[in-house]
């Protein structure tokens, strides 16, 4: 009995299967090609020199946040909602500096891109980051 299952089951563990995969983007973001390059210590990124400072970059479908960490570790996510990505907001950082929030629909994402609070429920669009010496370099 069991194995008269087994022909119906495998197809559908199949689609299960791909349908959980994940291919590191946003619903509706465009894929915008992003190699760009910044010096942290220069004076036009006061912020990048203390954990938990950040600047904004224009690369990107709307714009890129570049977010401290720690001296060697730095984060860059799109500037766009993960929630409504064709709204025309682009998210902040919160004037507390604690974490970013899109002033359209109100989604909150802490300063690694993780949702806080919605209606978003899909983190930021993160970019690669890559620090040599004082260059850091910020891809996808």
């Known amino acids: 009995m069991a194995n008269r299952r087994w022909p119906i089951l495998l ?5 299960l299967a791909s349908s959980c995969q994940d291919n590191g983007s946003s619903p509706g973001i465009p894929n915008v090609p992003v190699n760009t390059q910044l010096n942290v210590n220069s004076q036009l990124y006061p912020d990048l020199r203390q954990d938990g400072g950040f600047a904004y970059l224009p690369e990107g479908y709307k714009g ?3 977010v401290r960490q720690n001296a060697g570790s730095y984060l860059a996510f799109e500037r766009s909602c993960s929630y409504d990505p064709t709204n025309t ?3 902040e950082v919160d ?3 604690l974490f970013i929030v ?3 629909c ?4 802490n300063l690694k891109g993780q949702v806080t609070g919605g209606p978003a429920v899909i983190g930021l669009r993160q970019y690669r980051t890559s620090l040599v010496a004082s260059t850091l370099y910020i891809s996808n």
């Open 102 to 104: 899109d002033p359209c």
């Open 106 to 109: 109100g989604s909150q994402f």
């Open 64 to 66: 890129i946040i570049v």
């Open 89 to 91: 907001c682009k998210l």
């Open 11 to 15: 197809p559908l563990l199949a689609i």
């Open 95 to 97: 004037q507390s500096r």
